[in-house]
């Protein structure tokens, strides 16, 4: 069993920076695949980034490479969504996900889910 806590969201104008962290309960995290995923009002959940167990591989949606970087301190148990250059259109829920094994794009592969963070880019 493995819980999730996200945090770090919040207000930004366009333009600036937010990091989201998310903390993972019990001693199996590096054993785990990490995703990010977002949901805007009346939209599918869609995936943002993932990251590897081991952190060696990291994916990302076309949307955000470029600006978006994923990482993770498995020492911490802990996994990092940094958001630069942010845009009006990223405002959602962002989530965090964790699955054993290979990590997907595909919010059904996942296992464990956070209760999401708001994240909101005003013009």
């Known amino acids: 069993q493995v819980q999730l806590v996200e945090s770090g969201g919040g207000s930004v104008q366009a333009g600036g920076s937010l990091r989201l962290s998310c903390a993972a309960s019990g001693r199996t995290f590096s054993s785990y695949g990490m995703g990010w995923f977002r949901q805007a009002p009346g939209k599918e959940r869609e995936f943002v980034a993932a990251?590897?167990?081991?952190?060696?591989?990291?994916y990302y949606a076309d949307s955000v490479k470029g600006r978006f970087t994923i990482s993770r301190d498995n020492a911490k148990n802990t996994v990092y969504l940094q958001m630069n250059s942010l845009k009006p259109e990223d405002t959602a829920v962002y989530y965090c996900a964790a699955e054993r094994g290979l990590v997907h794009t595909t919010p059904s592969k996942y296992d464990y889910w956070g209760q999401g963070t708001q994240v909101t880019v005003s013009s």
């Open positions: 990251i590897s167990y081991s952190g060696g591989s990291t």
